[in-house]
């Protein structure tokens, strides 16, 4: 089965500052890669999602883009941090295989901008 | 699009007691997949249970069960013999069957928190 790995667990940055989040896979290969993000005491916000190496899908536009530049490697990052940029991010993975049985969940990127 | 409603943000159970989580989905799919998942704490999410839409019978794991009403788009969670343990968000998600690679993002309601009274 398999593991995602995030990193860091918490962060706290000033505004106007760059960002980037990692999510790797380990124990599968070729899976949907997805970066939600959830504001306090709210549900999970679908950010972008990805089939493979190069192909990034945006949900919804603004200050973060992805990328994926390896099929286990899934990147979120922005170039200048907003104080709405604050939140709980998750990277999950989804396999063909594993369809109906739920993501893959990392530990998730608690993100404070100052 | 599909939406999944959660409409009640907060609930509470005494402990040993039965509570029962209200989730509706907007979907014009046939086929699909519906989830509970648990975020403690810790904010790992846990998966709680699933449901494939083209399977009638109600799944259960344990003390979790689900009412699945395909017609009326209904997804509830029932909690029997609460424990101070089940205290955390849930959030009842949807995400499509067929499609893949793409279109099977998940998506997810905003969540009700659950409270044990010992």
């Known amino acids: 089965s398999q593991t995602i790995h995030q990193w860091p667990a918490t962060l706290v940055q000033p505004v106007g500052s760059p960002l980037s989040l990692e999510c790797t896979v380990e124990?599968?290969?070729?899976?949907?890669l997805y970066w939600y993000r959830q504001a306090a005491g709210r549900g999970l916000q679908l950010l972008f999602y990805?089939?493979?190496?190069?192909?990034i899908s945006s949900e919804v536009p603004q200050n973060l883009s992805a990328s994926r530049p390896q099929d286990r490697q899934f990147i979120l990052s922005s170039k200048k941090l907003l104080l709405s940029d604050s939140g709980f991010y998750l990277c999950?993975?989804?396999?063909?295989?594993?369809?109906?049985?739920?993501?893959?969940f990392g530990s998730g990127t608690r993100l404070t901008v100052v | 699009a599909q939406t999944v409603t959660q409409s009640q943000p907060e609930m509470s159970v005494q402990e040993a007691e039965t509570v029962t989580l209200s989730c509706t989905y907007d979907?014009?799919?046939?086929?699909?997949?519906l989830f509970w998942y648990k975020q403690p704490p810790s904010r790992q999410m846990i998966l709680v249970i699933r449901?494939?839409?083209?399977?009638?019978q109600n799944a259960t794991e344990n003390r979790f069960s689900v009412n699945f009403q395909k017609a009326a788009k209904s997804f509830s969670l029932k909690i029997s013999d609460s424990q101070l343990g089940d205290a955390a968000m849930y959030f009842c998600?949807?995400?499509?069957?067929?499609?893949?690679?793409?279109?099977?993002?998940?998506?997810f309601g905003a969540g009700t928190r659950l409270t044990v009274k010992p």
């Open positions: 990805s089939v493979g190496i190069g192909q």
């Open positions: 449901q494939e839409a083209y399977k009638q």
């Open positions: 979907t014009s799919e046939s086929d699909y997949y």
């Open positions: 124990g599968t290969s070729n899976p949907n």
């Open positions: 999950a993975g989804y396999t063909r295989l594993d369809r109906g049985k739920g993501y893959t």
């Open positions: 998600a949807y995400t499509r069957s067929g499609g893949w690679p793409n279109n099977n993002d998940m998506r």
